[in-house]
């Protein structure tokens, strides 16, 4: 059953290689899995991410076509 996307702010399920730190002029990536959800066509899903006690925030947008795109992911292996 999809979660409703009007509640706010809803959590990932699983988060794989979550970093909390990142060093300086470093790169990190982490894989957040969402539950299901839907997005109407006339919304859009804003994902914001701000650092603690600092000055960088980053967002971006995800829209109802990429999420038909998107794969379920029954198990995460990463080699």
């Known amino acids: 059953m999809p979660v409703d ?12 290689n979550y970093v909390v730190r990142v060093a300086g002029k470093k790169t990190e990536q982490t894989v957040f899995c969402l539950p299901k959800f839907i997005i109407p066509d006339d919304k859009e899903l804003v994902v914001e991410m701000n650092e ?21 992911i029954n198990e995460l ?3």
């Open 77 to 79: 292996s990463v080699k």
């Open 5 to 16: 996307c009007n509640q706010d702010p809803f959590l990932p399920v699983r988060a794989y």
């Open 52 to 72: 603690k006690e600092g000055g960088r925030h980053q967002s971006f947008v995800v829209e109802n076509s990429d999420l038909v795109r998107a794969l379920t």
